[in-house]
């Protein structure tokens, strides 16, 4: 019942930025967390950032570099990264949790190079 898209991924240089952007769709009563995880092969996913309730929560590598932000109206959610890393490179997910349950995104790919 909720379908999530996201958008915005790509090949950057270190030191660059990049916007993420998710929407999530469906018949949705409840929207209680939309967030961003990233996964690299071989390893598990790991949280970047997420927003519940009004409150953020970041990954430690993150802070001060990727700010996550949401626009209730439209059930989307933004992730600006900037100071990018070859250490970010990964597939970015957005995950939702709704009234439903916890919805994936497909995956976007970011790719740092130095």
């Known amino acids: 019942q909720v379908h999530v898209v996201e958008s915005g991924g790509g090949s950057v240089q270190s030191g660059d930025s990049l916007r993420l952007s998710c929407a999530a769709s469906g018949i949705i009563f409840r929207l209680n967390l939309m967030g961003w995880y990233r996964q690299v092969l071989g390893k598990e996913r790991e949280l970047v950032a997420e927003?519940?309730?009004?409150?953020?929560n970041y990954a430690e590598s993150v802070k001060g570099r990727f700010t996550i932000s949401r626009d209730n109206a439209k059930n989307t959610v933004s992730l600006q990264m900037n100071s990018l890393k070859p250490e970010d490179t990964a597939n970015y997910y957005c995950?939702?949790?709704?009234?439903?349950?916890?919805?994936w995104g497909q995956g976007t790919q970011v790719t740092v190079s130095s």
């Open positions: 927003i519940r309730g009004g409150v953020t």
């Open positions: 995950k939702v949790e709704t009234n439903w349950g916890t919805t």
